[in-house]
């Protein structure tokens, strides 16, 4: 945006700039790095200490260990079996929300009525809501619907906790988005859903890759509701890892955990790697502008 | 306001039809959060007047569970610990994450490689990142342990193992984990300022604090809001954080509501107790939440 | 609150139709994720294939179970309970008291539990006169750990009482070393507590104070003096214990850099990974002052009821469980000693066959005690607040007076 002056001045300042922006950088790359360090040595590497030095004996042994045979359970079955049951919950779970969301947004900017103001605030507050709180009663309401214990309960529960800020990101991108046009399809005889799918979907994309990286980010990490409301078939990922970590007795096997910490997230980073740029342009288009 | 109700007389059900469908659509979220949301805030709003210790239990016993939840310290230190936590970690994350917004902004060269380093602790959980964070804070073989080991050996590092201190650890990984993501709402909403107001503000002679100050932060205001909203969210739930980092110790030093109310519900079977502090947190959001929304929804039409 | 849970189990029993267990399998809900445990486990697994009941796994780890008794919860709430459950002492009788539990009393008078399982253990598997938990292990957790090698060459004897113990961790710190390795979290200074208790007060004192919830004897001289003691021992740790997971203590003894940890049995199993022998490389004595006394927590398995009658298979779950075999195999890889006096010890080590004996005696002689650290004392809101009240003394928030003060009120909020 600003534009530097050409002087020898500025040429200094720039080396300043990449020099903070190179520390920065170290800031968030450091706990990363001493994971994969520590995932690629022995054990007997690690507890006798130095943790950000570079491995002497190379080992890829920790990574096949977390990911086929590392102890989660009565069987030694590693990460691998749980990847899916995160995958088969995932998927659906930001699917529907983002679908949803982006519906209540349509209507909430589009189609406004007396009071939709304070069904977008009502909705929104729903954002802030201490999940550890809903435990009990989510679980007595999965029971009655049948759903305890199963993939689809868990589907259910994150798609209902993730209507508040799927419908806030795409309210805020779709108000931007002129007015005009859908009056004008509308005098043209359009319906709701045409309109919907013909003038609105094909411009969304941006907003949502923002609401797609929110939603899987957030439910693929989630422990608690994929703890509560899973049995023993769908247990997702991030409980195998937690059992992986939390063992309370043995001897902890630092480079496995670390190997599986670092294994349970790759879905996470590269979304975030591939979508990243996406990201940024998703939020400039609407999210932030209000 | 609503031009579908202009656009559509009034007439056989097929119209009506058509002008419910806006709301049609929008009522299934809308129930779903009345329930799952409103009922359940009700529902724990009844049970922190009950006797209520393993599960639901449904005998009246008035404000007996907020009395003792008032005399428990650790509800006191989970409180004062939130606000110090909260304030610190808001401003925190939203001052460096204008200001890496800010560097970034100045054409650089590999921007997208380090906006995604930047960005990327986002995409891990506490659960992920927990044991790591652990080892770095810990003086014996962290930083403390590193940077003595390169000869500072006065070098002194052991905030998390300090009562007073350790609540601050928090805050750095906290910051560490969603700085990044503030940078890039800021960064978007530095791309959507209109460039030619800051020419014309440079030709006249601003210099650059100046313009940054006068123009452009208050440009930002729209993507200050939203960072707001989504800082103070991750700030009232932060958990996993607190437990992978100190189990709320030293002690009870870094206990927080989130974590005093899993623990009296979940561990320590006093559910009673645990409505009652889930309660006094959800009013506390409302009391900082609602007045926002408020004026920002209110603005908006 | 039983109604609640009538409530539930009603609709369990209609959901079992469509629910995906069968009926001839269990869903067993626990903690043991580490290797040896799980290899442990998977004895029971196996046995149980053998007959044809097939095992679904359903490991939650975490906070030493307390992560497990929170999806136990949900589970149960939503009336889809696991088949079994591993769960520790007032954790059954709660649920029990909820009406949840199925009655074992006919697979335990066919097998004669009674006779073979300590009574102080049957009081947290049994309610109201009916077995709801076969119970898998006896922890005890007054142990020392100590490094013979750093002992012998300080010239220390195995200690035998408070005074003892207090010069043998003088001369260990003027070594330079680490006289007590400890971790900071709650849990591991509660077990430092329980041993100093039982120690400084003896048995009445400990049963009235932990058990009873007598206010007098927890208000006493003697509990100050407990919390005196307690301080004495904090100024024998290291600077850098606090949050310190309890195996990395335990590998502080090992190495050679402190000389005692104290810990339960479990801590056995870390030293025989790092191939040491008790005995030769390592040491393991009750703690000074508390030769007599056993400190227990015990590991049991709780059944689901999921009508009116206990599951065949739950039936056969328990039974395995009970089984002498199973005993021995499980409890020489997990460090601790059988649930029943009868089994033989061949196949334990010294510390296990000490830990057995030890047991046998004080069970015999009324010295059994339920550990108050590990839930085995007092239910769960008093053991926290305790916790509380520990942690805060043992990090410097309270003086000795103050923490007594604050136990009395800690037990009368959660009494």
């Known amino acids: 945006m600003v534009t530097a002056s050409n002087s020898r001045a500025s040429s200094f300042g720039r080396i300043v700039l990449y020099a903070v922006l190179g520390l920065f950088c170290i800031y968030y790359l450091l706990p990363l790095y001493v994971m994969l360090v520590n995932s690629l040595k022995p054990l007997s590497e690690i507890t006798a200490g130095g943790m950000m030095s570079l491995p002497r004996d190379w080992t890829f042994a920790p990574w096949l260990s977390a990911w086929s045979s590392a102890q989660v359970g009565v069987e030694a079955t590693g990460l691998r079996p749980y990847f899916l049951n995160s995958i088969v919950m995932v998927v659906p779970a930001v699917a529907l929300s983002t679908l949803v969301g982006a519906l209540n947004g349509y209507v909430l900017t589009k189609w406004t009525f007396r009071g939709s103001t304070i069904v977008f605030g009502l909705l929104l507050f729903g954002c802030f809501i201490p999940f550890q709180m809903v435990l009990i009663p989510m679980a007595r309401m999965l029971g009655l619907m049948g759903l305890a214990g199963s993939v689809a309960g868990l589907v259910f529960v994150h798609f209902v906790y993730g209507i508040g800020f799927s419908t806030l990101y795409f309210r805020n991108y779709y108000a931007a988005f002129p007015t005009e046009l859908v009056r004008a399809a509308q005098i043209d005889g359009a319906g709701f859903f045409r309109i919907f799918l013909r003038i609105l979907l094909p411009s969304s994309g941006p907003i949502a890759v923002v609401c797609i990286i929110w939603q899987f980010t957030n439910i693929w990490n989630d422990f608690l509701f994929g703890a509560s409301f899973s049995d023993f078939s769908s247990q997702p990922m991030t409980v195998a890892l937690n059992n992986l970590v939390q063992s309370s007795t043995g001897v902890k096997e630092y480079n496995v955990h670390f190997a599986g910490a670092i294994m349970a997230a790759l879905p996470t980073l590269f979304v975030y790697i591939v979508a990243g740029r996406y990201f940024v342009r998703g939020l400039m288009a609407g999210s932030v502008k209000g | 306001m609503s031009f579908s109700e202009k656009a559509n007389p009034r007439g056989s059900v097929g119209d009506r039809l058509r002008d419910a469908l806006p709301r049609l659509v929008l009522s299934p979220s809308v129930a779903i959060v009345a329930i799952f949301v409103y009922g359940f805030i009700f529902f724990t709003l009844y049970l922190s007047f009950t006797d209520s210790r393993i599960l639901p239990s449904f005998g009246w016993v008035g404000w007996h569970n907020y009395d003792n939840l008032f005399r428990i310290r650790a509800w006191d230190t989970a409180v004062s610990n939130l606000v110090v936590f909260g304030v610190l970690y808001i401003a925190i994350c939203c001052a460096l994450g204008l200001l890496l917004a800010i560097l970034l902004d100045q054409r650089i060269r590999a921007e997208g490689f380090i906006r995604t380093i930047y960005l990327y602790p986002m995409a891990l959980s506490f659960i992920v990142t927990g044991v790591a964070w652990k080892w770095f804070l810990d003086p014996g073989i962290g930083i403390e342990a590193v940077v003595q080991g390169w000869g500072w050996t006065d070098f002194k590092f052991n905030w998390i193992k300090d009562r007073e201190m350790a609540i601050y650890t928090i805050v750095i990984a906290a910051v560490w984990q969603t700085s990044g993501f503030v940078m890039a709402m800021f960064l978007a909403g530095l791309r959507g300022i209109d460039g030619e107001m800051m020419k014309a503000a440079q030709i006249d002679g601003a210099s650059t604090f100046a313009l940054y100050r006068r123009i452009v932060i208050p440009q930002l205001r729209p993507a200050f809001m939203s960072a707001f909203v989504v800082l103070a969210h991750m700030a009232i739930k932060s958990y996993d954080l607190v437990i992978a980092l100190t189990g709320g110790g030293p002690g009870t030093a870094t206990e927080l509501p989130a974590t005093f109310m899993y623990s009296y519900t979940f561990t320590r079977n006093q559910m009673g107790i645990g409505a009652a502090s889930a309660v006094i947190m959800l009013m506390t959001i409302a009391a900082i939440i609602v007045p926002y929304l408020w004026s920002e929804l209110r603005e908006k039409k | ?415």
């Open chain 3, 1 to 415: 609150m039983r109604k609640y849970t009538t409530m539930i189990t009603a609709a369990t029993a209609l959901l079992a139709a469509g629910s995906a267990v069968k009926a001839e399998d269990v869903e067993v809900l626990h903690w043991w994720t580490s290797g040896g445990e799980a290899a442990a486990l998977n004895v029971l697994k196996e046995d149980l294939e053998s007959q044809g009941i097939g095992w679904q796994d359903m490991p939650v780890a975490g906070g030493g179970g307390s992560q497990a008794m929170t999806v136990l919860r949900a589970r149960v709430t939503s009336g889809n309970p696991p088949t079994a459950v591993q769960m520790l002492g007032f954790d059954i009788i709660d649920w029990a008291k909820e009406g949840a539990l199925a009655n074992l009393n006919i697979q335990a008078s066919l097998e004669g539990w009674d006779d073979v399982v300590p009574e102080a253990l049957q009081s947290f598997a049994k309610y109201d006169g009916k077995w709801v938990s076969a119970p898998v292990n006896v922890h005890s957790t007054n142990w020392v750990w100590a490094n013979k090698a750093v002992l012998d060459e300080l010239g220390i004897a195995v200690p035998t009482n408070w005074d003892e113990f207090v010069a043998a961790l003088e001369k260990v710190k003027a070594s330079g070393k680490t006289a007590i390795a400890h971790g900071g979290q709650a849990w591991q200074d509660a077990t430092v507590f329980d041993a100093v208790a039982m120690s400084t007060g003896g048995p009445e004192f400990y049963k009235k104070a932990f058990i009873d919830l007598d206010e007098e004897t927890l208000g006493s001289d003697t509990m100050k003096e407990t919390f005196d003691r307690m301080a004495v021992v904090r100024s024998y740790v290291d600077d850098n214990f606090s949050g310190r997971d309890w195996n990395l203590a335990t590998a502080m003894v090992i190495n050679g850099d402190a000389a005692f940890q104290m810990m339960g049995d479990w801590a056995k199993g870390e030293f025989l990974n790092a191939g040491k022998k008790p005995g030769e490389d390592f040491l393991c004595f009750r703690f000074p002052g508390s030769q007599d006394q056993v400190t227990f927590n015990a590991d049991q398995f709780a059944m689901f009821a999921q009508g009116a009658e206990v599951g065949k298979e739950q039936a056969a779950l328990a039974t395995a469980i009970l089984s002498p075999s199973f005993q021995s195999a499980f409890n020489v890889v997990k460090g601790s000693v059988p649930a029943r006096t009868d089994v033989s010890d061949e196949a334990f080590d010294a510390c296990g066959k000490k830990g057995m004996a030890d047991l046998k005696k004080a069970a015999a002689s009324g010295n059994l005690y339920g550990s108050m650290a590990h839930g085995h004392a007092n239910p769960a809101a008093v053991k926290n607040a305790m916790y509380d009240v520990i942690t805060a003394h043992f990090n410097g928030e309270y003086d000795s007076e103050t923490a007594v003060e604050e136990l009395v009120t800690a037990v009368q909020i959660n009494k």
